[in-house]
């Protein structure tokens, strides 16, 4: 089996990647549930390693895919603090709405 | 790189000494090992060695750590209470040292990858340092918005590295600036990156319109955190920013140049601007951050050979002047519960040296002479007036002038209105640390060149 | 041919659940649709000869992260449509801004065709000696770094979800 | 002598110190002393002066005293003019001043202000003899504004009444409206002759063409400065306010010396004039309306002293006219004369005042004679010799004024005429009125009257022996006299002497004289019949009055014009200047930069709403916008 | 090094002052004062006179931007340092007459002024000339903040703004001269006017206008001028003199030094507009005074119609204009120091400075009297007195410039005399009423500081020539390089 990049135009791999991203972009502008953002942007991330990978096959240099490691490393840990920084706000306001954690303004 | 082991071990002993109890000794030993770390810094000067082509200590790196370690000394000096009222004790100390060790990568990337992780790690501790004050609900909130635009920025600044990657085969600063160097015609995707990576460098460094969290958060978090993501943070930031794009991006200049121009103009009048209403004295220091930002990113947007001196220089004088800042704001919020503006009032009568040294940190951060802000301000005019961008000199100053009403405010608090007369009682250390850094305001007021001939 | 026929369907579901994950209404949906997502993407490397990156994707994401979130969801009793819904306004507005950011980047990523690969092409690049040989010769300083980005957001973590004990 | 002309203004000086600082400590007869004593010694050096000059072929020595301020090639000396015209000045001026000084000590005498009214005094002669002795036009000036400084002084002398005050105020705003005009014509003439002293400007403009605008320019300006000084139209208004001050300063300040300056002034720049022949016209036209004018008023005025001071206002006039049409001489003559007869005339009008305890107003007079046997003689000589009787001195001088003005002009002479007769009917009014009749005053009044001290009658004596002979130094060449003054003068105004030729045939001179004494004598005859014979009284002060009457009693209501449509305007002009313009709209505009940072501030905090999805929302725009520069 | 004892010693003592406790504090600041003062007149007997500038001395200071400690005085400099030390002890002098909380920071803050005001007239380096120029503003901000009266929060700080807003544009253009000097770039004084002739009439017209935005506030000219009454009432006394008789001529000595021979292109072009406002300043402060009602305020008015015609007189750019601004610019000094004592002394006794309220003192201290008249006078330029010298020089500079702007500037010679006298008359003159019931006598200080003021306003009226001659060759020397620049 050939590899994709080889018949599939590399603008394609961009545009995939790209309306993915947006789809995360727009969750993320979209909804008010705190876990349903972090996925938007875990969405975001996946768009972004999908480019890399592709990005990396059509140049055949492997460092584009080791980056993607450093990007799931991120990814990682930021889900983790992230969900801990979430316990924590629910643990005080009873809440995932980002909406309610609105006391810091002007 | 010697410092950055010797604080990345610090890091890690730190958390060793939780369980091999030895928490009384940390204190002394981070200061030490601060020390140790700055003159093995200095050590580094000139020598420009380059490590597996990921970072390079040259001496842009090594002043930038150099302040970046002294700004962290300063700040553990203020900062002794913050950790000792903590249960977690441990745990901040080393997530405050690992947060040292991103900033030192950001000043010393020479490649994305680094600069990428530097960012994370950088940032990483700060979200959850922000939000360690558990069960306040600011400083929740601080953090759960620090986190989730900073993910969101990072998205953006991941997409637009993966696009130069693209572009270009390459990770490294070098090779990216060889290829577009030689290029015949640079791929379209490239400028987006460029813009992209702007846009998340701009998220960092606090620059409208993508400062909104900055207030937020500086106001939500602990002071003292809010004080290390002034300082450090900042200056670690707009160091890389530097030299992401007053190097590598150079040669692209025209297609960053106009919106960067915009933005600083933003920065600066959205940041002044809005802190001039400002009550709480905290929320009012996060708008001049803000502003500062505008500053530096003049000095980016130059582009020559004053940048990176004056960024050097206004990251200097502003971080000590923060410093100096907070720690009174921590102080008098400590004593009165409460950091409004009012809190301030006739603070010269009561404790004539904490409002002496706020007098003399707030003429530095407005920018008049002879203080240290004032040169920093002068670099950058002078670099944005050889870039020839008049029009934003002109805003600068209107800017400064604004900046002037809300910093005097505060004085006018101090010396004009009365207060309770009660006495606010001061540590010695932190009295010590005042004074120490009024004297180096007005020092390096006075010798700026000692700075400046660095770079 | 079934290369690209491959393609156009995994793009197509990728999308499809990408939306479905920001239009669900109860969040275990979204996560569901959001590990399925993953799939297509870990499909999509598979295509593109990135077959250990299509592995550790579908372990750490659909196996780790995204249990993860599960947990969280059910810990804090997420599982239910309480989310309230911003106005209508505001999705407007949302679709608007997230439309036109999709307008401008595509339009403004219009020529990657002119981008010229240096290399030949070498399909084994995504193989796991040739991934090892570059994170742990060319990248082995970050490997070592982001060490202390994981110990940092452990510790981090760790330190917010534990009760404080006075 | 004339090396010591540094004590002349130096004398003066020293006794206004040594007054000014220890009067207080000093008893009044040291303080009269003084006083008298520097000004006669100052007369004495004068006199001195005046004989060397007679005697010495050099007819104009300067005397250098030091160097007074120097910019670039702008170089002043504070140096000193000794010629004719500055010698008779001097005389003019130490010689009246120490009559008056003497009278003061008489009228004075009760004034707890003594020492002050000397020093004052001996201020205002240092600065008149600066003014007539300074070699360029600068000193001129530091004497012209000096003697304006002490007429403000001695006019709010009584400074607990506010209406002397003000009087003393306007007199000193007004005299600078004029020397505004004058310190211009200097600065006009530095940066015309790149000199400002007499020598170097005169010979200069010697070879200058006539008509040469820049010299109108310079004349006019000066002139304006001898209009402010000298009281004419429109800037006379101060002088019958001035009258405010001691009689005696009416007499020195306000009479003899100081209002003459204007006359100096013009006469000593006399090249400049003579080649400006608008300038000339000016003057002339100036001086004529002024004198017919002031003679109006003062037909109808009932204070004794306001009479008189229009009456110099009117001389003034004359003098003006004269150089306007000329006759340099003649107004210098007229000058010397005026200040012997107004000075006596005032004195005598003290004299009567002192006697009548402060009364001014000659309703409340009449039949002073035969209480007042001194004051009355002279007064009565010092009114025929204004009036321009033959042979008292006014007549000369008048008389060769009238015969210059109906050479240049007929109907000049036609209106010079004209007021000369109504000076004699308002001086003869005022005589009459005063001294014959019956005493209309108060019984105390009455009781009180006596004639004045020999310190006052002497120099009315002197004074009056001076108005009677005075014009004796001037007979025209026509009445077979030699005009001894016009000879004395020549080298001073042989410049501009070409302007100067008579061509009046001796007959038309005889003719022109036997006029103005008709017309003199029916005036006098007219005054006599309607105040003596027929008794008539001035309108007591709440009769109706003719409108035409009205009007010149009212002296046209000039002051209330001026105060309606400068006084008032100004105040309310800088009234709204201040609320309007500075308070609301140049310092609105600086605090409203201000305003409008503190409210956009207030506006913008509101974009930072605490709201993720809104911070996201504008990241989100703000990066679109970015990429557009991408695309467009 | 003269010029650097001048500058450092008030520094030092400064300094030093802080430590003192007690009342004692202001004879050791007039100790200080006095001692400066002295060094001064020792200065001016070692000044050779002539066109050089003299007691030159030169450090590194900022090696990479082109900064030094270059300091000197040629005649210009010496006469402002000579006003500025001469004026000093008075100002010290005249506040014995009141008592002030924490004396020790007061003086030493008067004292921290005199510091910088003495550098900036000694500067001769353009960025240091900025350095003094701020620093001369902090001092004076405090004591206005900290011993001023109502209102003077926000007074002060708009007081502040304003003219921080006009040094930075100043800034602004310094740095715009210094990118211009060729080579090394350097701030030295030659090197900026050199490169500011260099440019062209247009750039030097930008030039102009940074630069002159700056004095023009600080002077202040029409309209640039609000922040002026409000500040010179509000301040204490001796902040009010410190601000009128030495702050304002850093303004017109920097017209002076810093304007006319850098851009004389700039300043030929736009005369006619600066000269404008500076006339109509005149003209319009002056109708203000008429009507104020506050006898400080009256004063400050008429200082901003005497500055207008110093800043006509400089930018007439002829030897008599400026030399006439020299000395106007000492006069000024004097004469307004003068009249705010004369102010202070009065509202010390009867606790009010509204004009129509007093009347009559006069009547309870004649000798008070005479001296306010000898100040009023020389006020109003009254000649042999101080202030006609300069008055006549400078509408003889401004003629010659334009014929009208002189006779519209002239109006201040009777604008002057109407609201002076009408303020005497009001104040002094006349019956005394409740208010003016008693006079108590002058105190030594008081007595003694009328009468050095009278002594110099009637000395230097009548003989100028000593202070004449110290600045005049370097002002031809300087106004002949600008005239020939402008090809005149």
């Known amino acids: 089996m050939n590899s994709a990049i080889q018949v599939i135009p590399l603008e394609w791999y961009l545009l995939l990647s790209t309306v993915l991203f947006t789809i995360g972009v727009l969750g993320v502008l979209f909804r008010r549930n705190a876990i349903i953002i972090f996925m938007s942007i875990e969405l975001m991330l996946n768009a972004v390693n999908l480019l890399l990978v592709a990005f990396s096959s059509f140049l055949s240099d492997s460092k584009g895919q080791v980056f993607v490691f450093f990007i799931m490393a991120v990814a990682a840990a930021e889900v983790a603090v992230g969900l801990a920084i979430l316990m924590m706000v629910y643990r005080n306001t009873k809440s995932s709405d980002i909406n309610t954690l609105n006391k810091l303004k002007w | 790189m010697k410092a950055l082991i010797l604080l990345s071990s610090l890091g890690v002993i730190s958390l060793l000494a939780e369980i091999f109890s030895f928490k009384k000794l940390l204190y002394p030993l981070v200061l030490l090992g601060l020390t140790v770390a700055f003159v093995l810094n200095i050590g580094e000067w000139n020598t420009n060695v380059t490590y597996f082509k990921m970072m390079q200590f040259d001496n842009y790196a090594v002043a930038f750590t150099s302040v970046i370690i002294v700004v962290a000394f ?58 360690s004050k558990k069960g306040d609900i600011q400083s929740n909130e601080a953090a759960f918005k ?246 934003l000199v002109l805003i600068a100053i209107v800017a400064s002038l604004i900046g002037v009403y809300y910093y005097f405010r505060i004085i006018i608090a101090m010396y004009f209105k009365e207060g309770n007369h009660e006495e606010v009682p001061v540590d010695m250390n932190h009295k010590l640390l005042l004074i120490v850094i009024a004297f180096a305001i007005v020092a390096l007021g006075l010798f700026p060149d000692s700075v400046i001939r660095l770079l | 041919m079934i290369t690209t026929y491959l393609f156009y369907l995994l793009s197509f579901l990728a999308i499809m659940f990408g939306s479905m994950v920001v239009l669900s209404k109860n969040p275990v949906h979204s996560v569901l649709y959001l590990v399925l997502t993953f799939f297509t993407i870990a499909g999509h490397y598979v295509l593109l000869n990135a077959q250990f990156l299509a592995a550790v994707h579908v372990i750490v994401y659909a196996g780790a992260i995204m249990v993860l979130f599960l947990f969280v969801i059910m810990l804090l009793n997420l599982n239910k449509e309480t989310e309230p819904h911003k106005s209508i306004w505001l999705k407007a507005s949302a679709a608007v801004a997230s439309g036109s950011l999709l307008v401008v980047l595509v339009g403004s990523l219009k020529g990657a065709s002119t981008i010229q690969s240096t290399n030949a092409f070498n ?44 | 002598m004339i090396n010591l002309v540094g004590l002349v203004p130096l004398l003066p000086l020293i006794g206004f110190l040594i007054i000014g600082l220890f009067g207080k400590s000093l008893s009044k007869g040291i303080v009269g002393i003084i006083g008298c004593g520097s000004v006669l010694a100052a007369f004495a050096i004068s006199l001195g002066i005046f004989f060397q000059l007679t005697g010495q072929a050099e007819k104009s020595v300067t005397i250098d005293l030091f160097s007074w301020i120097t910019a670039g090639k702008l170089s002043i000396p504070f140096s000193f003019l000794i010629d004719p015209l500055s010698s008779l000045f001097l005389l003019i001026i130490t010689g009246i001043g120490f009559l008056i000084h003497v009278y003061s000590t008489g009228y004075m005498s009760h004034d707890e202000g003594f020492s002050r009214f000397f020093a004052y005094l001996n201020l205002f002669i240092f600065f008149m003899l600066l003014l007539v002795l300074g070699s360029n ?26 209406a002397y005050n003000n009087a003393a105020k306007k007199a000193f705003v007004m005299n600078r409206i004029g020397d505004l005009g004058f310190l211009l014509g200097i600065i006009l003439i530095f940066v015309t002759f790149g000199s400002i002293g007499y020598h170097d400007v005169f010979e200069q403009a010697k070879n200058m063409a006539s008509g040469n605008p820049v010299l109108t320019s310079i004349t006019l300006l000066l002139f304006i400065g001898a209009m402010g000084k000298s009281a004419q139209l429109p800037l006379y208004t101060w002088l019958p306010d001035a009258m405010a001050g001691p009689t005696p300063v009416s007499a020195l300040i306000h009479a003899a010396t100081m209002v003459t300056a204007g006359i100096y002034m013009v006469a000593r720049s006399n090249i400049l004039y003579t080649l400006s022949p608008i300038a000339m016209e000016t003057v002339a036209i100036i001086g004529i309306c002024t004198a017919l004018f002031a003679a109006t008023i003062g037909l109808a005025q009932n204070d004794i002293k306001k009479v008189l001071a229009y009456s110099t206002v009117s001389q003034l006039g004359y003098m003006f006219l004269a150089l306007g049409v000329g006759a340099y001489t003649g107004a210098v003559f007229h000058v010397m004369t005026h200040a012997f007869f107004k000075a006596l005339l005032f004195l005598g009008a003290g004299s009567v005042i002192h006697a009548m305890s402060g009364e001014q107003d000659i309703r409340m007079m009449g039949g002073l004679k035969k209480h007042l046997p001194i004051t009355h003689i002279t007064f009565l000589l010092g009114t025929l010799a204004i009036a321009g009787c033959p042979p008292f001195s006014g007549f000369f001088s008048k008389d060769e ?147 035409v009457h009205l009007m010149v009693y009212k002296k046209y209501w000039v002051d209330e014009i001026y105060e309606n449509v400068i006084t008032k305007p100004l105040n309310f002009f800088s009234d709204a200047l201040h609320k309007v313009v500075d308070n609301q709209v140049v310092d609105g505009l600086v605090n409203g930069v201000g305003r409008v940072v503190t409210w956009f501030s207030g506006i913008l905090r509101y974009a930072q709403t605490g709201n993720i999805g809104f911070y996201v929302f504008v990241m989100v725009i703000g990066i679109v916008l970015i990429l557009c520069t991408r695309i467009l | 090094m003269i010029t650097l004892l001048l500058i450092f010693f008030p520094l030092v003592a400064a300094l030093l002052l802080l430590f003192v406790k007690g009342q004692q504090v202001r004879n050791m600041a007039l100790g200080a004062a006095i001692i400066e003062f002295a060094i001064v007149v020792f200065a001016l007997t070692q000044y050779q006179h002539g066109n050089t500038t003299q007691f030159e001395v030169n450090y590194n200071w900022i090696n990479s931007l082109g900064i030094s400690f270059h300091v000197g005085m040629d005649g210009i400099s010496l006469l402002m340092v000579l006003l500025t030390t001469f004026l000093v002890p008075i100002i010290i002098l005249t506040s014995f007459n009141r008592e002030y909380s924490n004396p020790s920071y007061f003086y030493s803050l008067l004292l921290a002024m005199q510091f910088a005001l003495v550098g900036v007239f000694v500067s001769l380096d353009g960025f240091l000339f900025y350095i003094f120029w701020e620093l001369a503003l902090i001092p004076i901000y405090f004591i206005c903040l900290l011993w001023g009266g109502e209102n003077r929060a926000r007074i002060t700080f708009k007081f502040f703004v304003y003219t921080l807003s006009g040094s930075l544009l100043m800034l602004g253009g310094l740095i715009y001269l210094y990118l211009h000097t060729s080579g090394t770039h350097t701030f030295n004084i030659q090197a900026l006017y050199l490169a500011g002739q260099s440019l062209d009439m247009a750039h030097q017209g930008f030039v102009f206008w940074a630069m002159f935005m700056a004095f023009a506030i600080k002077m202040p000219i029409f309209p640039f001028h609000t922040w002026q009454p409000d500040t010179y009432t509000v301040a204490p006394t001796p902040g009010t003199m410190m601000l009128s008789g030495i702050m304002l001529k850093m303004g017109t000595y920097g017209v002076i030094r810093w304007l006319l021979p850098v851009v004389p292109l700039g300043v030929q072009d736009w005369a006619n507009v600066a000269i404008g406002l500076s006339v109509i300043g005149i003209v319009y402060a002056s109708c203000i005074a008429i009507v104020q009602k506050d006898f400080k305020r009256l004063i400050a008015y008429s200082s901003i119609a005497h500055v207008g015609l110093i800043s006509a007189g400089i930018l007439s750019a002829n030897v008599q204009g400026v030399q006439g601004a020299m000395i106007q610019m000492l006069s000024h000094g004097v004469n307004v120091v003068g009249l705010f004592f004369i102010a202070d002394i009065i509202q010390k006794r009867f606790n009010t400075r509204d004009i129509a309220s007093l009347g009559g003192i006069r009547n309870l201290n004649p000798q008070f009297a005479v001296l306010f008249l000898i100040v009023l006078l020389g006020s109003v330029a009254l000649p042999l007195t101080n202030g006609f010298i300069g008055e006549f020089l400078l509408l003889n500079g401004v003629y010659q410039f334009n014929a009208w702007a002189a006779a519209f500037a002239g109006l201040s010679v009777i604008l002057g005399a109407v609201y002076m006298l009408r303020s005497y008359q009001s104040v002094m003159l006349g019956e005394t009423n409740s208010i003016t019931t008693s006079f108590p006598p002058l105190s030594g200080s008081e007595k003694g500081v009328l009468l050095i003021l009278c002594a110099a306003i009637i000395g230097f009226g009548v003989y100028p020539k000593p202070l004449l001659d110290i600045a005049g060759p370097s002002v031809v020397k300087l106004v002949d390089g600008v005239r020939l620049a402008m090809g005149k």
């Open chain 2, 74 to 131: 300063l700040w553990f000096l203020m900062a002794e209470g913050f950790f000792k009222d903590e249960t977690n004790q441990t745990d901040h100390y080393s997530l405050v040292l690992f947060a040292l060790v991103g900033a030192v990568l950001m000043v010393s990337y020479t490649n994305m990858t680094m600069l990428f992780l530097g960012i994370e790690i950088l940032s990483i501790p700060m979200y959850i340092l922000a939000g």
């Open chain 3, 123 to 166: 399909p084994n690049i995504g193989l796991i000696e040739n991934l090892g040989t570059t994170l742990f010769r060319d990248f082995l300083l970050p490997f070592e770094v982001s060490s202390i980005l994981l110990l940092a957001a452990m510790v981090g973590a760790v330190m917010l979800g534990k009760k404080s004990i006075k």
């Open chain 2, 146 to 391: 620090y986190l989730i635009m900073g993910a969101f920025a990072t998205g953006f600044l991941l997409f637009g590295i993966t696009l130069i990657y693209g572009a270009t085969g390459s990770f490294s600063l070098e090779e990216i600036k060889n290829a577009i160097a030689t290029s015949v015609s640079i791929p379209a995707i490239f400028y987006v990156g460029v813009l992209l990576m702007l846009v998340g460098m701009s998220f960092k460094v606090s620059a409208a319109p993508f400062h909104f969290w900055a207030p937020d958060v500086y106001q939500g978090a602990p002071t003292m955190i809010t004080a290390f993501m002034a300082t450090i943070v900042k200056t670690a930031a707009m160091a890389a920013f530097v030299r992401l794009f007053d190097t590598t991006f150079l040669r692209v200049e025209g297609s960053w140049v106009n919106v960067l121009w915009v933005m600083t103009a933003l920065t600066l009048l959205t940041g002044n601007i809005t802190a001039v209403f400002q009550t709480s004295t905290k929320r009012m220091l996060a708008y001049s951050s803000v502003a500062h930002a505008g500053y530096m990113l003049l000095a980016l947007l130059s582009a020559n050979s004053y940048s990176s001196p004056s960024i050097l220089f206004y990251t200097l004088a502003y971080s000590i002047g923060s410093i100096a800042t907070f720690c009174i704001i921590s102080i008098i919020a400590n004593a009165k519960g409460d950091d409004g503006i009012h809190s301030f009032n006739g603070l010269a009568k009561t404790n004539p040296l904490l409002a002496g040294v706020m007098t003399i940190a707030l003429l530095s951060l407005a920018g008049i002479p002879p203080t240290a802000g004032f040169f920093a301000k002068y670099f950058i005019f002078t670099s944005v007036f050889v870039a020839g961008h008049v029009g």
């Open chain 4, 137 to 162: 036009y600068l000193i001129m000036f530091v004497g012209w504004e000096g003697v304006g400084l002490c007429s403000y002084l001695l006019i709010g002398f009584w400074f607990k009444n506010t």
């Open chain 4, 401 to 547: 004024i009238l015969a210059n003005a109906f050479e240049n002009n007929k109907l000049l002479w036609f209106l010079g005429v004209l007021g000369a007769a109504m000076t004699t009917f308002y001086m003869f009014r005022l005589y009459f009125l005063t001294f014959k009749g019956d005493f209309r005053g108060t019984k105390e009044q009455h009781h009180h009257l006596h004639e004045s001290p020999k310190s006052m009658t002497i120099p009315l004596v002197i004074l009056a022996i001076l108005s009677v002979i005075g014009g004796f130094v001037g007979i025209p060449e026509v009445l077979g006299g030699k005009h001894f003054l016009e000879e004395f003068l020549k080298p001073v105004f042989e410049d501009s002497s070409f302007r100067m030729v008579h061509s009046l045939s001796h007959d038309t001179e005889y003719i022109l004289m036997g006029i103005a004494v008709v017309v003199m004598a029916a005036s006098l005859y007219y005054a006599y019949a309607v105040y003596v014979k027929n008794k008539t009284l001035p309108a007591a002060e709440n009769e109706e009055l003719k409108p």
